[in-house]
Structure formats: structure tokens, C-alpha cells
């Protein structure tokens, strides 16, 4: 986190409007890219530069939704209950605001800022002495923004913001836009803020207008240029809504190749922003990192596996297709091709689990081998056990789950269900095909079947009754 005194900055995010351009009945900033809203990408770079204490998001718009949303975060709101604008939402906020020297203001909708941006502004903004400092760029398509009108060429001061669409046509030609970022000094802007008009198509009060009103009441105002555009968009249609996430996911991929991690087709891959890899993991195409997964180093992530809010120790194979969810895979684990892990499983060291075996809150200890077409659910699975294909734990009544406890160095046959509750005691054997539903003591086998019956020429007596019902008597011809 940057070394700013709380009591000196206080960053203010607008979060109130309802993107009406998107067609969506979400709040705008609530619209996800790289696995998380807007808003969070936001507060989450503001969170470096002053404690989330001192970070204001002005909501509006669903405003007890948007809350809900970033509540975790810790900072705080304040409502814009009707909105007018981009200036009426910092009026809006200046009870909050007014005990700070400084404030920035940034938008809810442009999730790519990062830290280091916003700490090289309020720097550039202190060191002109500057009661307002704006963000400009020059993006090769101006179009739709306001530019910014210099006394000079060449100069950093700024006389005013201007409108696209009240340009006048000698202004047309400029190419310095306003990004929408800024710092200013407290006393002034509160001290002027009120002198906004709505003099627009729109009837809003717009923060831009500050720049003149400040520069007219003898102020200084200032241009920081960036020299990445990008970082400060938004996105006014579920398109350029994609277009940020393909961004923000493309540089996560990369983040994660710098370090040491092989991503092959990082552009077929969905890799959320605050996933963590380890150097020396392969990832491979059509992968899906989501959430706040973690992984280890010398893992292997096949195609078309989908891994989310997971911990993956190091030399974890995940075989094509797994789908795991909110659980812990320990170092050397190998599981699939389509196992699926449901939340609260941890499975632990050289654990196997292979095809089509499903886990439910199942704890499998070191070297445990469930190798097809398995349920277990919550289930307890001691160290070395194997689990044979088709086992299920039946773990629902109807009413309540129960659980199920195996032992160390047990063998469950092929096509068995243990009706929970049960224990499966040490080094014990089960028959395959059993319907375990009583303690299996250690060191035991259980066998709950049906006893086997065989009639010995049988089959051959009943297929020559088939044959004689279907000949005809020769007699009869």
C-alpha cells in the first residue's frame, strides 16, 4: 500500500448510475469481468493508495444491492438518491470528503486502473500545486469524449473540459480527451462545487465543468497525460464489457507466464484476476481458473477442466474435463479425466481419483484410490484404502446427510454402497456388490448380497422350449 496519511486523501468512487446503454436490469458496476464486479477491480486498486476506510463509494442506482455486493471491503457509501450527474454524485459526498485535504475521483466502470496510476497522479497533482488535476490521454479514435482546451500549446494548465457534442467546430480537430480521473484539492473544489449548472442537453451536473469554474475563480488546473489510454475505460455496451474482460484476462495470463507458468493458448483460456500459480505448471488450452484459486508448482491442468476457489498443492495432475469447486488438492494428487470435486472435499496426498468418481465434503487421506465411476459423499476415507468402480456412499435419507468412515488399508469391492451411518473399520474388505449397512469391524470382510443360486442346464432347457414354440409341427404340413 502507497504511504498516504489517511487523513490527508480520501478516494471517491461513483457507483450510482444504471448503465442504461448495456440493456440490463444489473447495476453497471455490479457487471463482472475478470470474475468480479467493476466496482471490486476499482475499490481493490483505490485499497492500495488509502485504507478502505477512507475509500467513498457514491451509489445510487440499486444502491442496497451494490452495497451487498462490496460490503466486504470495508469501505463506505454514500447515497446519490436521485442522479444527476457526475457532479451532483461528489456533491453528494461532501459531508464524507470534507475533513481531507486531498480526493481523487474515479469511476466505478473503469476497472483496468491500476495503483500505480493513481499514485503517479495525486504525485503530479501535489507537485503543481494544482487545485484540480485532470487524467487526459490521446486515444487514436477522440470521438465521444470531452478534450481538454489549454491556454497554450504545450502547457499543463487547462482552461476547461468540452463536450463532444458541444464542441465548436474550430475544436473538433483536438485530440486530447478527458479519461474521467481526477484529484483535487479539497478546499477549493467544496468551495466552488456548488457553482455547477446544468447547462446541457441532459440537465446534469457534470464534474467536468469544474475545470472551468475552478479556472475562472483564479484556481490552477492541470492535465496528467497517460500514455495508456486503455487502462481507463469503460464500457457503455455489453461488448466493450467483453472487450475489458478479454483485456484484463489476456494480462492475467501474462502476469502468470512472467512468473514461470506455461500457458498454452492463453487467449482460449479464462483465468480470473486473482487466481495464483506456481512457476513450472502447465496449463493447457480451454482451461477455466476461477475465483481466488491457488496453485502449486510442476502441476499439469488438462483441457476443458474448470477449477474454481480451489488450493492445489505442487505435481497435482488434473486430468481433461475435472470440474472442482471450493475444495483443497494436496501435493501429487491426480484426478480424472472427469472427476468432479463438490465444495468441502480435501483430498489429500498421491490421492487417484479417476473416471466419473463425484466427491461431496469427502476427506480422502494419503495414497486413497478411487479409480471409476464413484459417489462419495461425505465421506471419510482413510490413508491406502481402495474404493472399487461403482461404490456409493448413500449419504441422504431423504431427510439428513450422514456420513460415512473408512478406515486405513481397506478394499471396498467393485458395485457396493454403504448406507450411511457407517464405519468400515481398518484393513477391512468388502465383497463386491454388497449393501453394507451395519459396522464392519477391522481386519474383516462384509459381504451383503443376495446368496448366489445356480441351476445347472437351465439356460439350455429353456432355449430349446423357445425353439419348439417357434417351429411348426411337421405334421402338420
Given at each position: 500500500?502507497?504511504?498516504?496519511?489517511?487523513?490527508?486523501?480520501?478516494?471517491?468512487?461513483?457507483?450510482?448510475?444504471?448503465?442504461?446503454?448495456?440493456?440490463?436490469?444489473?447495476?453497471?458496476?455490479?457487471?463482472?469481468?475478470?470474475?468480479?464486479?467493476?466496482?471490486s477491480?476499482?475499490?481493490?486498486?483505490?485499497?492500495?493508495?488509502?485504507?478502505?476506510?477512507?475509500?467513498?463509494?457514491?451509489?445510487?442506482?440499486?444502491?442496497?444491492?451494490v452495497?451487498?455486493?462490496?460490503?466486504?471491503?470495508?469501505?463506505?457509501?454514500?447515497?446519490?438518491?436521485?442522479?444527476?450527474?457526475?457532479?451532483?454524485?461528489?456533491?453528494?459526498?461532501?459531508?464524507?470528503?470534507?475533513?481531507?485535504?486531498?480526493?481523487?475521483?474515479?469511476?466505478?466502470?473503469?476497472?483496468?486502473?491500476?495503483?500505480e496510476?493513481?499514485?503517479?497522479?495525486?504525485?503530479?497533482?501535489?507537485?503543481?500545486?494544482?487545485?484540480?488535476?485532470?487524467?487526459?490521454?490521446?486515444?487514436?479514435?477522440?470521438?465521444?469524449?470531452?478534450?481538454?482546451?489549454?491556454?497554450?500549446?504545450?502547457?499543463?494548465?487547462?482552461?476547461?473540459?468540452?463536450?463532444?457534442?458541444?464542441?465548436?467546430?474550430?475544436?473538433?480537430?483536438?485530440?486530447?480527451?478527458?479519461?474521467?480521473?481526477?484529484?483535487?484539492?479539497?478546499?477549493?473544489?467544496?468551495?466552488?462545487?456548488?457553482?455547477?449548472?446544468?447547462?446541457?442537453?441532459?440537465?446534469?451536473?457534470?464534474?467536468?465543468?469544474?475545470?472551468?469554474?475552478?479556472?475562472?475563480?483564479?484556481?490552477?488546473?492541470?492535465?496528467?497525460?497517460?500514455?495508456?489510454?486503455?487502462?481507463?475505460?469503460?464500457?457503455?455496451?455489453?461488448?466493450?464489457?467483453?472487450?475489458?474482460?478479454?483485456?484484463?484476462?489476456?494480462?492475467t495470463?501474462?502476469?502468470?507466464?512472467?512468473?514461470?507458468?506455461?500457458?498454452?493458448?492463453?487467449?482460449?483460456?479464462?483465468?480470473?484476476?486473482?487466481?495464483?500459480?506456481?512457476?513450472?505448471?502447465?496449463?493447457?488450452?480451454?482451461?477455466?481458473?476461477?475465483?481466488?484459486?491457488?496453485?502449486?508448482?510442476?502441476?499439469?491442468?488438462?483441457?476443458?477442466?474448470?477449477?474454481?476457489?480451489?488450493?492445489?498443492?505442487?505435481?497435482?495432475?488434473?486430468?481433461?474435463?475435472?470440474?472442482?469447486?471450493?475444495?483443497?488438492?494436496?501435493?501429487?494428487?491426480?484426478?480424472?479425466?472427469?472427476?468432479?470435486?463438490?465444495?468441502?472435499?480435501?483430498?489429500?496426498?498421491?490421492?487417484?481419483?479417476?473416471?466419473?468418481?463425484?466427491?461431496?465434503?469427502?476427506?480422502?487421506?494419503?495414497?486413497?484410490?478411487?479409480?471409476?465411476?464413484?459417489?462419495?459423499?461425505?465421506?471419510?476415507?482413510?490413508?491406502?484404502?481402495?474404493?472399487?468402480?461403482?461404490?456409493?456412499?448413500?449419504?441422504?435419507?431423504?431427510?439428513?446427510?450422514h456420513?460415512t468412515?473408512?478406515?486405513?488399508?481397506?478394499?471396498?469391492?467393485?458395485?457396493?454402497?454403504?448406507?450411511?451411518?457407517?464405519?468400515?473399520?481398518?484393513?477391512?474388505?468388502?465383497?463386491?456388490?454388497?449393501?453394507?449397512?451395519?459396522?464392519?469391524?477391522?481386519?474383516?470382510?462384509?459381504?451383503?448380497?443376495?446368496r448366489?443360486?445356480?441351476?445347472?442346464?437351465w439356460?439350455?432347457?429353456?432355449?430349446?422350449?423357445?425353439?419348439?414354440?417357434?417351429t411348426?409341427?411337421?405334421?402338420?404340413r
Open positions: 500500500m502507497a504511504s498516504v496519511e489517511s487523513s490527508a486523501l480520501a478516494i471517491v468512487i461513483m457507483a450510482a448510475g444504471k448503465g442504461t446503454r448495456l440493456k440490463s436490469r444489473r447495476p453497471k458496476v455490479l457487471h463482472e469481468i475478470g470474475g468480479k464486479p467493476l466496482l477491480h476499482v475499490i481493490a486498486a483505490a485499497a492500495h493508495i488509502v485504507p478502505p476506510a477512507h475509500i467513498y463509494a457514491v451509489v445510487g442506482h440499486q444502491a442496497q444491492d452495497k451487498a455486493a462490496v460490503a466486504a471491503s470495508g469501505i463506505r457509501f454514500v447515497e446519490q438518491a436521485v442522479q444527476r450527474g457526475t457532479g451532483h454524485a461528489v456533491q453528494s459526498a461532501k459531508d464524507a470528503i470534507k475533513g481531507y485535504k486531498n480526493v481523487l475521483v474515479l469511476s466505478g466502470d473503469a476497472p483496468l486502473i491500476q495503483p496510476t493513481l499514485s503517479a497522479l495525486l504525485r503530479f497533482h501535489q507537485a503543481h500545486n494544482a487545485a484540480m488535476t485532470l487524467t487526459s490521454a490521446e486515444p487514436a479514435e477522440p470521438t465521444g469524449y470531452g478534450r481538454v482546451i489549454h491556454p497554450a500549446s504545450g502547457s499543463v494548465d487547462v482552461v476547461a473540459i468540452v463536450e463532444q457534442n458541444m464542441l465548436a467546430p474550430e475544436q473538433l480537430s483536438l485530440r486530447e480527451v478527458n479519461m474521467g480521473l481526477y484529484a483535487f484539492r479539497t478546499a477549493p473544489l467544496l468551495a466552488h462545487l456548488d457553482k455547477l449548472q446544468a447547462a446541457n442537453p441532459l440537465g446534469e451536473l457534470y464534474l467536468t465543468d469544474m475545470a472551468h469554474v475552478l479556472h475562472a475563480a483564479g484556481e490552477r488546473v492541470v492535465a496528467f497525460q497517460t500514455a495508456d489510454p486503455n487502462e481507463l475505460l469503460g464500457a457503455n455496451t455489453i461488448a466493450e464489457m467483453m472487450a475489458l474482460d478479454a483485456s484484463l484476462r489476456l494480462a495470463a501474462r502476469r502468470l507466464m512472467a512468473a514461470g507458468v506455461t500457458i498454452f493458448r492463453p487467449e482460449t483460456c479464462v483465468i480470473d484476476a486473482e487466481v495464483e500459480v506456481a512457476p513450472d505448471t502447465v496449463i493447457e488450452p480451454f482451461v477455466q481458473l476461477l475465483g481466488r484459486t491457488r496453485i502449486g508448482s510442476d502441476c499439469r491442468i488438462r483441457s476443458y477442466t474448470v477449477v474454481e476457489n480451489c488450493t492445489l498443492g505442487n505435481r497435482v495432475v488434473l486430468l481433461q474435463s475435472c470440474v472442482l469447486a471450493d475444495s483443497s488438492i494436496a501435493d501429487g494428487a491426480n484426478l480424472g479425466p472427469f472427476t468432479r470435486l463438490r465444495p468441502g472435499c480435501e483430498i489429500g496426498e498421491d490421492v487417484h481419483m479417476g473416471n466419473f468418481v463425484e466427491g461431496k465434503k469427502a476427506k480422502l487421506r494419503k495414497g486413497v484410490k478411487a479409480g471409476h465411476l464413484a459417489y462419495l459423499g461425505d465421506a471419510e476415507i482413510g490413508e491406502d484404502s481402495n474404493i472399487g468402480a461403482g461404490v456409493i456412499t448413500c449419504n441422504y435419507d431423504g431427510i439428513s446427510k456420513a468412515t473408512i478406515g486405513k488399508n481397506v478394499f471396498i469391492g467393485s458395485d457396493s454402497t454403504l448406507v450411511a451411518p457407517v464405519t468400515v473399520g481398518d484393513g477391512a474388505y468388502v465383497g463386491a456388490g454388497s449393501c453394507i449397512t451395519k459396522e464392519v469391524p477391522p481386519g474383516s470382510l462384509s459381504v451383503g448380497r443376495a448366489q443360486v445356480t441351476k445347472e442346464g439356460a439350455e432347457a429353456r432355449r430349446a422350449r423357445r425353439h419348439a414354440q417357434q411348426p409341427d411337421q405334421s402338420e
